[in-house]
């Protein structure tokens, strides 16, 4: 399973957001991932790239949400297999709080997919607004796609839990929705196919006459960084760069914590 391969490292992002690794007694377990059945050609689509016996089957039963709902799951005993899948970073049991990106080199944005299309939504809001979203409960994840989305959008993210649930919701939405999704959901790439539908339309929209115009990200030039991390004083380097203190406060909070290169290592 090389996750430098963007099919590999799509289906490992998917897994560790819906999948679920159950270790058995002695050499015994399974992976299984239960979704939809209408969206059971995502699972065919693992099964053919998986060299080991596998197999998909569906069940219809009443739930919370339906009086009928139809589900397809693929499920996966190789020993060899849950070995490989565990060392990259899918781990045994219970894992919402500590999956993170995976043990060995990736391809991030279609790691990212697979999470999305596994825990996120892609489409426009009841105003009508294009949006990508993400709900996870691990810091890891929530740190890596802000830290990607900040990249690709040039929108920042102050990361910080859901009161009532405990977990993360990231929200872009607008150009960075536009931006964000574009990058994400590339032509030919792999993908539960309603999200791929779904975020096909975000290009197309256009802000509206008269809406005030999208703020644009001012970048952090090496001089800054030199200048804040200088004076150690958010409040200080906010008058003497003409930025926000809370702007400095959190450029000074990523380059402490490694999050954002210093000057020295560019």
């Known amino acids: 399973m090389d996750l430098t391969v963007p099919e590999y490292a799509y289906m490992f992002g998917f897994l560790q957001a819906d999948g679920h690794l159950a270790q058995g007694v002695g050499r015994k377990g399974r992976l299984h991932v239960e979704i939809s059945a209408k969206d059971i050609e995502l699972l065919r689509s693992f099964q053919k790239l998986t060299p080991y016996n596998s197999s998909i089957r569906e069940r219809t039963r009443s739930t919370n949400f339906a009086e009928v709902h139809t589900s397809a799951t693929w499920s996966l005993c190789s020993l060899e297999a849950r070995t490989t899948l565990n ?7 219970r894992k919402s709080k ?3 990106p995976p043990n060995a080199p990736y391809e991030p944005r279609d790691y990212l997919r697979g999470l999305i299309d596994a825990d996120g939504s ?7 607004f294009p949006f990508v979203a993400l709900t996870t409960a691990s810091t890891a994840i ?3 796609l802000c830290d990607y989305a900040r990249d690709v959008t040039g929108a920042e ?5 859901n009161a009532r649930d405990d977990i993360y919701n990231i929200l872009y939405t607008k150009e960075s929705a ?10 030919g790439c792999l ?6 539908a779904s975020a096909e339309p975000l290009s197309a929209w256009e802000r509206p006459a008269g809406m005030r115009a ?4 001012r970048r952090w030039t090496e001089h800054e960084d030199l200048v804040l991390l200088e004076l150690n004083s958010p409040t200080t380097a906010a008058e003497v760069l003409g930025r926000t203190t809370q702007s400095c406060n959190l450029r000074l909070w990523r380059l402490r914590t490694g999050r954002a290169a210093g000057p020295i290592e560019r």
């Open 87 to 93: 060392e990259l970073g899918l781990p045994y049991g």
């Open 178 to 187: 536009q931006k964000l999704a574009a990058d994400l959901y590339y032509p």
């Open 142 to 144: 929530a740190s890596h």
């Open 191 to 196: 993908a539960l196919e309603r999200k791929r």
């Open 98 to 100: 500590t999956i993170a």
């Open 157 to 161: 993210r102050t990361l910080k839990r």
């Open 122 to 128: 892609v489409g426009f809001t009841s105003q009508g």
């Open 214 to 217: 999208a703020y644009t990200t």
